[in-house]
């Protein structure tokens, strides 16, 4: 099992473009989500689905959107990238809500906006 | 609040020595996770608990629900316990993780 994997690994971007990062996940979880970390500061969630087809906003989602379409992917995209964007992102997953489950995180993407 | 906090944030230690990292939470919570971030980035899921105590290897971790305080202890250190070690609790009635900041733990040979 490859786990959770996330494409690209690092990308730098300029101001106004946009990307999709993709996160796929080969566990037949449920539940998936995307955060960024920035220094000093911990992880925040920006999205997460707890299912095929459903998104949710989390703590950060602004300048964000996300789609589900396939059970094992959850793709996080950037329409207009902004400075403050720069970050690492993280996805995770898990088979049910955080309280009952352990997050299974990918390696990362980090996104440098110009 | 829902506030999560975490000390050290850095502590250097030399091999072999007994590690304690903190964490103290401000409200009630379902459940509290440890995590490890690598030097290279990664995150690993350590434990993850709502009461008493969990061991695995070299790693134990304590949760006090009454002083909301939650300990991570490592053993016989090594210098590949070298990580980031984060702390994420379930606040009651709330749907995501909470994260600390981080301990940055250097294990020096």
Redesign the interface.
């Given at each position: 099992n490859a786990g959770v994997t996330q494409t690209p690994k690092f990308r730098v971007l300029k101001t106004g473009q946009s990307m999709t990062l993709l996160c796929a996940q080969d566990m037949n979880h449920e539940y998936m989500y995307w955060y960024r970390q920035d220094p000093?500061?911990?992880?925040?969630?920006i999205h997460?689905s707890v299912g095929e087809g459903t998104t949710?906003k989390?703590?950060v989602p602004d300048g964000y959107n996300v789609s589900r379409l396939k059970k094992q992917n959850f793709l996080l995209g950037l329409e207009s990238a902004a400075p403050s964007q720069t970050s690492?992102y993280?996805c995770?997953s898990s088979y049910g809500?955080?309280?009952?489950?352990?997050?299974?995180?990918g390696?990362?993407t980090?996104l440098l906006v110009l | 609040k829902n506030e999560v906090e975490q000390s050290p944030q850095n502590l250097t230690a030399q091999e072999g020595e007994f590690i304690t990292i903190n964490c103290s939470y401000s409200v009630g919570i379902s459940a509290l996770h440890w995590l490890q971030q690598h030097p290279g980035g990664g995150i690993v899921s350590l434990f993850m608990l709502s009461s008493g105590k969990k061991k695995h290897g070299r790693l134990i971790a304590t949760i006090n629900i009454q002083e909301k305080h939650s300990s991570l202890h490592i053993t016989a250190s090594h210098p590949r316990d070298s990580a980031v070690y984060i702390c994420a609790v379930r606040f009651l009635g709330n749907e995501k993780l909470t994260f600390g900041t981080g301990t940055r733990l250097t294990i020096i040979p």
């Open positions: 000093g500061m911990g992880l925040r969630l997460y949710a989390g703590e690492v993280f995770a809500l955080a309280d009952q489950e352990t997050q299974y995180f390696p990362g980090r | -």
